[in-house]
């Protein structure tokens, strides 16, 4: 080695030994309380209904007393939410997509009007006629993802279309006639089923309020710990990126525009027992409704984030301020009001959040 080559070799030792040996660090400055609070938000966005909801509840508690927190009332907000809670189920799902169907409403009448015409008009047995309700709303839900998915339309645009679609055959199929709550508790008492009623120390639950529950914790379930589940989210987050890492986009869309009109027929055969009749014209303003309820709850419009969690902590707010609001004896229209500044408040709590992913 020749004498230049090492004294390089020395000086680079030299240079070695005099260098830092400490790990690196990265910025560790603390985050303020705001930041923190931030955070936990963005990681948990279904926190933010549910602490409106303890507050509402708090609140219209100590502004009547025992008369709202009996069981009886609290229950009753229970079977109040319980066709809009699985409704907004489907809604979840779909605007996780980044997606929005404004058809639901349509679907879920659409459905339970089969249910009621294929047992009364063609005398089927009730449990066939309620698996054909439930293949129709999971067809309507088809036919809105395959537009979607393989003609790449606008979701707003296919589900408007779609909801006039179903509306106007709902109409027409039925010919506006309405199936008395008499003639099926004595003739097919299984599509009131959703209706019956459990009385335990004066807390009454319905089997629609079990199966919103049901329906919530299996949703919630599938949604975090299932590779379906995470391939929902990441569609709603960046479409293009997820399918660039290995998701089906298309066949994700589908099946899940598809599972939401089966949800939506599964509430229209709770509506029967809720109403007690099959009825063409009920359920008109639940695709708001439901979307009401997703937004309260904390799911993003732009997709990828929420919880069906939230969505039922959404439509429990609405609930409470519906029934709370009407036993203080205020006028309907308050309760409109503090619907929309709940709504425009969530939208604009879920951008502030959303600061922390940018």
Request: net charge neutral.
């Amino acid at each position: 080695m020749s004498d230049l080559e090492t004294g390089n070799a020395r000086d680079f030792e030299q240079g070695l030994r005099a260098s830092a040996d400490a790990p690196a660090r990265f910025d560790s400055h603390k985050h303020s309380t705001l930041d923190r609070i931030q955070h936990r938000l963005h990681a948990n966005p279904e926190l933010v209904p549910l602490i409106v909801l303890v507050l509402s509840v708090a609140v219209f508690g100590v502004l009547l007393g025992a008369k709202f927190f009996s069981p009886f009332t609290l229950t009753l907000i229970l079977q109040q939410v319980a066709i809009v809670g699985i409704v907004g189920c489907a809604q979840s799902l779909v605007i996780l997509t980044a997606g929005i169907d404004l058809s639901v409403g349509a679907i879920m009448v659409l459905s339970s009007v089969v249910m009621g015409q294929f047992t009364f008009r063609y005398g089927l047995p009730v449990e066939l006629a309620v698996l054909c309700g439930l293949a129709c709303g999971a067809l309507c839900g088809f036919i809105n993802g395959a537009l979607i998915a393989f003609m790449r339309l606008p979701p707003f645009i296919v589900t408007l279309g779609m909801w006039q679609i179903v509306l106007a055959s709902n109409f027409l199929y039925s010919a506006n006639e309405t199936i008395r709550s008499q003639d099926i508790a004595r003739e097919a008492a299984l599509l009131q089923f959703f209706g019956e009623k459990i009385n335990i120390q004066g807390a009454v639950f319905t089997y629609g309020v079990i199966a919103l529950f049901v329906l919530v914790l299996v949703l919630n379930y599938v949604l975090n710990h299932t590779a379906w589940g995470r391939h929902v989210y990441a569609i709603g987050d960046d479409p293009d990126a997820a399918e660039l890492a290995g998701v089906r986009v298309a066949r994700i869309r589908i099946s899940v525009y598809t599972l939401a009109g089966l949800i939506c027929a599964l509430a229209g055969w709770a509506m029967i027992g809720r109403l007690g009749s099959v009825s063409p014209t009920t359920g008109q303003f639940t695709n708001i409704e439901s979307i009401t309820a997703v937004v309260i709850g904390g799911i993003s419009l732009f997709g990828g984030r929420g919880s069906v969690l939230g969505m039922l902590f959404g439509a429990l707010i609405v609930g409470v301020f519906s029934l709370g609001l009407r036993l203080i004896g205020t006028d309907p229209q308050w309760t409109y009001l503090l619907i929309g500044v709940l709504i425009i408040s969530a939208v604009a709590i879920d951008q502030w959040i959303r600061k922390v992913a940018a």
